[in-house]
């Protein structure tokens, strides 16, 4: 062998003993996270009687749970079922079967705990001490809502939480009730001139018509005067929406991808820029209304600018970046859901008639005919309404699953939980546990709420349709103001069924919508 072969020959074994020296360390790390750790949480989790799925290298549980959900899509329900779990949490449903309420699965390599027990959901959503954290909702998440009051954590989330709660104090939304009901007011005038030009019946697909609606009332009581560029900001926020959904369910979701410049994340981008630049031009114009003494305003944005520039000692308590993250949030949050509500509300006013004249009698006592301004005060007094809507919440929830990881090793009501692990809390199946609701959890009963939220199950607090604990939503009384007026305004002038056509197919659009709309039958009752 020559010199210069043998020189060569002893490069390469350099470059080769170099480059093990590199990849056995991240093989090493490889191997540990894809195959020993799940096998060693499996086998920890398994001493403790909590089974579930085998894991499976690399793709864990994901292609049964897409198996399961591709099967249950096809299936439709009967318009008298309730029971939405089969469709939009099918793969719960069928574990739980097989191993229990409280089961392991695999998303990938990552332990997922379904917390099917109400002790354990609540001691999850209890936590103040931050050890059951919200996961990471990735970039296409995190384009639509913001890192808001949703997804903050520790102190950014209570100092965000001091800055936004003066906005939804409920002397302040009383004040919005007129903006709410003059939204609500136009979409039911053209209701009542279609009804009234096909001879007093008209069939309308409301879902659709109640989204635009609560985009409306968001825009005007958010941003007051500049609602026509808030309802930019929803148009943006809407196709974000289908942007998100597609990037959580693809069947090809490669690590890395949400940054690289396909053509979905191009539009993500350029959709994300569109939204800060609307909002941080309409917050500049508060900031300079406001530097001249003309003050912040009084609508939502308003008062959270003010409450912001009150943090002491003349400095901001938050930036600009998030107060424009707070605005994204409750401006999707604050229309999609209360749309989601309104909708199933009307659907089971719809198939349960029986009620609406029960609703309109008290709507036409507390409030007064249909010439009648709507306030605030009388709205809280609608207490047949309001169990309408939370049976609806209970059955229909916008959210069917909501999750936390463990920032730490864990115990949770006696089962050990190590650091990492995701908590999925299946709403949707516990709303409908019979130990809890009564033997008929699976029916539309809003008699249930007769003695309060508190008191309608044999659990107190155990309505999770706006969470539990110190992350339940902010904006539950708003909701819950705009979804009573815009109902009190829609009995005062019809009645009405859900439309032969309507097809019974509950899904989940990161929100929970009718997969074809609600097209319902409006009767415009006598002036």
């Known amino acids: 062998m020559t010199t210069a072969a043998m020189g060569g020959g002893t490069t390469a074994g350099l470059v080769g003993a170099a480059l093990a020296v590199v990849l056995l360390p991240w093989l090493w790390a490889a191997l540990a996270h894809l195959v020993w750790r799940p096998r060693a949480v499996a086998r920890a989790f398994a001493r403790q009687g909590v089974r579930g799925p085998p894991y499976r290298f690399l793709v864990g549980n994901n292609g049964e749970v897409k198996a399961m959900r591709a099967a249950a899509g096809s299936e439709t329900l009967a318009r008298g079922s309730h029971d939405i779990v089969p469709r939009v949490l099918p793969h719960c449903r069928a574990w739980a079967a097989r191993y229990g309420r409280v089961f392991l699965s695999w998303a990938g390599a990552r332990p997922t705990l379904c917390v099917g027990s109400y002790d354990m959901a609540r001691r999850v959503l209890a936590d103040k001490a931050g050890l059951f954290v919200k996961p990471d909702p990735g970039p296409s998440i995190l384009a639509l809502l913001g890192m808001g009051l949703v997804f903050a954590e520790g102190e950014d989330w209570a100092r965000h939480r001091r800055v936004v709660h003066p906005a939804f104090a409920m002397d302040k939304l009383k004040m919005m009730t007129g903006a709410v009901a003059a939204c609500a007011g136009e979409v039911i005038r053209a209701w009542e001139a279609r009804a009234a030009a096909a001879g007093g019946e008209a069939t309308v697909e409301v879902g659709q018509q109640f989204t635009e609606l609560t985009a409306d009332v968001i825009s005007h009581t958010a941003f007051g005067s500049s609602y026509r560029r808030g309802k930019e900001v929803f148009l943006a926020q809407r196709e974000l929406q289908h942007i998100a959904l597609a990037a959580i369910t693809s069947a090809r979701r490669v690590p890395g991808m949400v940054y690289a410049p396909t053509k979905a994340n191009v539009r993500r981008w350029q959709l994300e820029r569109k939204v800060r630049d609307t909002l941080t031009a309409i917050i500049g114009e508060r900031l300079d209304a406001a530097g001249e003494a003309r003050g912040y305003g009084t609508d939502l944005l308003g008062l959270m600018l003010e409450a912001n520039a009150g943090g002491g000692g003349g400095k901001a308590v938050m930036s600009m970046d998030e107060i424009i993250d707070e605005c994204k949030t409750f401006f999707f949050a604050g229309h999609d859901t209360t749309a989601q509500l309104l909708t199933w509300a009307m659907f089971l006013l719809g198939t349960h008639p029986e009620w609406q004249p029960r609703l309109r009698e008290e709507v036409l006592r507390e409030c007064g005919g249909a010439d009648t301004?709507?306030?605030?005060?009388?709205?809280?007094?609608?207490?047949?309404?309001?169990?309408?809507?939370?049976?609806?919440?209970?059955?229909?929830?916008?959210?069917?699953?909501?999750?936390?990881?463990?920032?730490?090793?864990?115990?949770?009501?006696?089962?050990?939980?190590?650091?990492?692990?995701?908590?999925?809390i299946p709403i949707a199946m516990l709303h409908r546990d019979e130990e809890v609701w009564g033997a008929d959890a699976g029916e539309f009963n809003p008699l249930r709420f007769r003695d309060g939220v508190g008191r309608a199950a044999a659990l107190p607090g155990a309505l999770l349709a706006f969470s539990s604990g110190p992350r339940s939503c902010i904006g539950q009384d708003f909701a819950m103001l705009e979804a009573k007026a815009t109902l009190a305004l829609v009995l005062r002038r019809f009645a009405f069924e859900v439309a032969p056509e309507y097809v019974h197919a509950p899904t989940d659009f990161l929100t929970l919508q009718p997969l074809q709309g609600l097209p319902v039958v409006l009767k415009l009752l006598d002036p």
Do not use: Q, W
């Not at 069917?400 to 908590?423: F, K, N, W």
């Open 373 to 424: 301004p709507l306030h605030g005060d009388a709205l809280n007094k609608l207490k047949l309404v309001t169990m309408v809507l939370y049976e609806t919440l209970r059955l229909y929830g916008a959210v069917s699953m909501i999750g936390r990881v463990a920032a730490a090793d864990a115990e949770l009501c006696g089962v050990r939980v190590p650091r990492g692990t995701v908590l999925a």
